[in-house]
């Protein structure tokens, strides 16, 4: 059974940080394509982050952009999102997703876990 599980998610103050986790059973996850999602009330899906399979080439939304790093390992068969100096306005419910290549509809993605909160309270 093909399966991602979020992890690592949780209250942190503004400034804080925080790791996430995609970890995959039942498929090879570097074989894909791995994005990050997040959904706050009432908003719809988008995406944060993705990292490819091909060249482990990294894409980041400009809300985000140098303050989350995603990064693979392969071992672990795990993906990650290392998030800093962390926002209210980073407050949602965060996704990952796996499908052949990057993209930032979430319409492309076959594979979902199934989300891991994270509040930053303003």
């Known amino acids: 059974q093909l399966q991602l599980v979020e992890s690592g998610g949780g209250l942190v103050q503004p400034g804080g940080s925080l790791r996430l986790s995609c970890a995959a059973s039942?498929?090879?996850?570097?074989?894909?394509?791995t994005g990050w999602f997040r959904q706050a009330p009432g908003k719809e899906r988008e995406g944060v982050s993705c990292?490819?399979?091909?060249?482990?080439?990294?894409y980041y939304a400009d809300s985000v952009k140098g303050r989350f790093t995603i990064s693979r390992d392969n071992a672990k068969n795990t993906v990650y999102l290392q998030m800093n100096s962390l926002k209210p306005e980073d407050t949602a419910v965060y996704y990952c997703a796996a499908d052949s290549f990057c993209s930032w509809y979430s319409s492309e993605y076959d594979y979902w876990g199934q989300g891991t909160q994270v509040t930053v309270p303003s």
């Open positions: 039942g498929f090879t996850l570097d074989y894909y394509a």
């Open positions: 990292i490819s399979s091909s060249d482990g080439s990294t």
